[in-house]
């Protein structure tokens, strides 16, 4: 039987999180993000749209255990694809929930690969810190790869550009932390429970064309094609 492998990817913001589930979207794969989700959850008032909201008030982090119910729930609508996750687990709580439940599903240590993109405080900063928005139009430049053509003007609609609260090399360096002491942990636990790892030195890559040649050369997410169906008969074992 060939294995169908889902995937998990770990790393710091601008490690290239979001430019890799687009190498999995065309492969087939549901891609899995808790801040799609979430943003979903609250468009079509979902069942915790009104925490959500309440949590953006108060700025308050949204309990892991509702993060983890939205997460499951997008899960358990396409059980007959194998999925490719990013920005969750965030935490060991978040990945004890999902390790529990995947468990119960069948879907077993050897269905599930870390990718972990390794890099680096500076490398962040570069990246992230290097981006710039215009203020008009929100079109996004990144000063080293994509540069607008004017310093500090929009190429589409000449708007001024300006660097988001989010893209400061204080938030970054913060989000970096947190990374390191909340998300990186997950690693240690799953490779202590035989959860397969691919380590990629994501500092190394400034566009996509060469990360997917890398993901290609490792082997990442090539069986997706040939997988078989009987996984579409995974039923939970309980709720
Ligand atoms: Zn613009």
Redesign the pocket.
């Known amino acids: 039987m060939i294995a169908d492998v889902n995937y998990i990817l770990v790393g710091p913001c601008g490690a290239g999180k979001s430019t890799i589930m687009e190498y999995f979207r065309d492969r087939g794969f549901m891609p899995i993000s808790t801040s799609n989700l979430i943003r979903a959850e609250m468009q079509n008032g979902g069942p915790h749209a009104a925490l959500i909201q309440h949590c953006a008030v108060t700025a308050d982090n949204i309990p892991d255990d509702i993060v983890f119910s939205i997460v499951k729930s997008a899960l358990h609508a396409r059980l007959d694809r194998c999925f490719v996750m990013e920005s969750f687990p965030y935490n060991l709580a978040q990945w004890t929930y999902l390790k529990e439940w995947l468990f119960m599903l069948g879907i077993l240590s050897k269905k599930v690969h870390f990718i972990y993109l390794d890099s680096d405080l500076k490398t962040s900063v570069e990246r992230l810190g290097g981006r710039l928005t ?1 203020s ?2 929100f ?1 996004v430049y990144q000063l080293r790869v994509l540069p607008p053509k004017t310093k500090g003007k ?1 190429d ?2 000449h ?1 001024p550009l300006i660097t988001r609260e989010q893209d400061n090399p204080e938030t970054i360096r913060r989000r970096f932390d947190r990374f390191e002491s909340l998300t990186k942990p997950i690693l240690l636990d799953a490779a202590r429970s035989g959860y397969q790892m691919v380590t990629i030195d994501a500092k190394r890559f400034w566009s996509a064309e060469p990360f997917f040649q890398e993901l290609s050369r490792q082997g990442v997410g090539l069986r997706q094609e040939v997988r078989s169906r009987r996984s579409s008969s995974i039923e939970p074992s309980g709720e």
Request: with cysteine.
């Open positions: 215009c008009k139009c079109r929009c589409a609609c708007g």
